[in-house]
């Protein structure tokens, strides 16, 4: 173990002193110095989680960046679901190593290399390096746009350039209390939905929100909105205050109209204080039945009227799961797709793929085209984190 810990530490420092683009490069050289690998790439997951990119290092004889690969159906697929590496005969005598590339629930990519031999001790200290390769590439995503580049499988727009610029870095992260992902497919025409999220030493942020509008109108008014609901939060304020604050930056403003849900959840307790803006109400998966929760609804953001926002109370028991919708997931040829029954029938997957899974009832139900943004984040609820419930559905959960 000691040999490995000192392994990964000069990994860490090489990758530190090498130029931010230069990661894969860096684990490449450290694998091959290691146990001989070759054909060491990185495969970056696209934006909206549909298709692989590859990125291949320096020398590695697999053609650099190539097109993008399906994602559905695939091996990489499988890899990044399970989160488990795959060993499998690459047909030459050596033994093909498709490993995930994950920081805190957040799938990144996978790392693939070909080794003439492997035993289980050097499969984990590949797994080792693909867990620093996440790290070195959250790091190193700061100074360089590479790793969005690769995350693009198609040409994004002004509209949609702002929208995403707009998202948390990271679509999902876990926790000991609580596991979230989320997912936003953007329509045709831009529609302004956004979400967000933040985690501090005693409560867990969320926000889900849809500025009226589409293009670049849209995607500037959550603009506005979103700073606003960051400023307050980081100002300490609570889910009344931060809609407070969003409501009159709107009004002040002049830019519009919004819906959004804020949420504070308390991860002592698991109680839940959240406003409800004009938007859809969530559905609750709990034990095994999906019901829609039954929220008052206060004027969206931006209305100028004089009645002031209620803090609503939302008690999250162990096994709980929340799934928070903007309208897209419901509006016009989306209302084909069962959401009740896919929340319904995904309920053992992770949240990323249950996610994923309603996503593409949605894209399915619309022919691939959207005519608004359709936007879904997901919070799986474990509970205090001394006092866990292991015999209920959390158990159930495929990590």
């Known amino acids: 173990m000691e040999g490995g810990d000192l392994e990964l530490g000069e990994l860490l420092a090489a990758a530190e002193a090498a130029p931010p683009g230069e990661s894969v490069d860096v684990v490449a050289h450290d694998l091959q110095k290691r146990f001989g690998a070759e054909a060491v790439s990185f495969l970056f997951v696209d ?3 549909q298709r692989l990119v590859r990125l ?9 960046r190539a097109g993008p690969i399906d994602l559905q159906g695939s091996v990489y697929d499988a890899v990044l679901q399970s989160q488990r590496q795959h060993v499998e005969a690459d047909g030459q005598g050596g033994r093909r190593v498709i490993t995930p590339v994950t920081n805190r629930g957040d799938c990144i990519g996978v790392l693939e290399l070909t080794l003439q031999s492997a035993d289980d001790t050097v499969l984990r200290q590949v797994r080792e390096a693909a867990h620093a390769l996440a790290y070195i590439i959250v790091t190193d995503r700061r100074f360089t746009d590479l790793y969005h580049l690769g995350r693009r499988t198609t040409e994004t727009s002004l509209a949609a350039e702002i929208q995403h610029q707009l ?8 926790a000991e209390e609580f596991t979230l992902a989320a997912g936003l497919i953007p329509a045709d025409d831009i529609g302004g939905d956004t979400y967000d999220y933040t985690l501090d030493r005693e409560t867990l942020h969320l926000s889900i929100t849809d500025a009226m509008g589409h293009d670049t109108n849209s995607a500037l008014l959550a603009t506005l909105l979103v700073g606003a609901l960051r400023r307050a ?7 009344l205050k931060q809609a407070t604050h969003a409501h009159q930056a709107l009004l002040s403003h002049s830019r519009g ?9 308390d991860l002592d307790t698991g109680l839940c204080e959240l406003v409800n803006a004009g938007h859809p109400r969530p559905l609750r998966l709990r034990e095994g039945a999906v019901e829609e929760v039954k929220l008052a609804v206060n004027l969206p ?3 100028a009227a004089p009645t002031s926002y209620r803090l609503q109370r939302l008690q999250l028991l162990p096994g709980d799961r929340l799934v928070l919708l903007t309208d897209g997931m419901q509006e016009r040829g989306a209302a084909a797709a069962d959401l009740a029954s896919v929340v319904h029938d995904t309920r053992a997957l992770h949240p990323r793929e249950a996610v994923r899974s309603l996503t593409a009832a949605v894209l399915d139900a619309c022919h691939g085209s959207l005519r608004d943004d359709a936007t879904v984040l997901i919070l ?20």
Do not use: K, M, Y
């Open 301 to 303: 953001f931006g209305v």
């Open 257 to 265: 109209l919004a819906t959004g849900q804020l949420l504070c959840v």
């Open 380 to 399: 799986d609820w474990h509970g205090h984190r001394n006092q866990p419930d292991e015999s209920g559905p959390r158990a159930a959960l495929t990590r």
């Open 47 to 49: 934006l909206i989680g």
């Open 167 to 174: 998202l948390p870095s990271a679509p999902c992260c876990e």
């Open 233 to 239: 939060r980081r100002s300490g304020c609570d889910a």
């Open 56 to 64: 291949a290092a320096a020398g590695a004889g697999v053609g650099g």
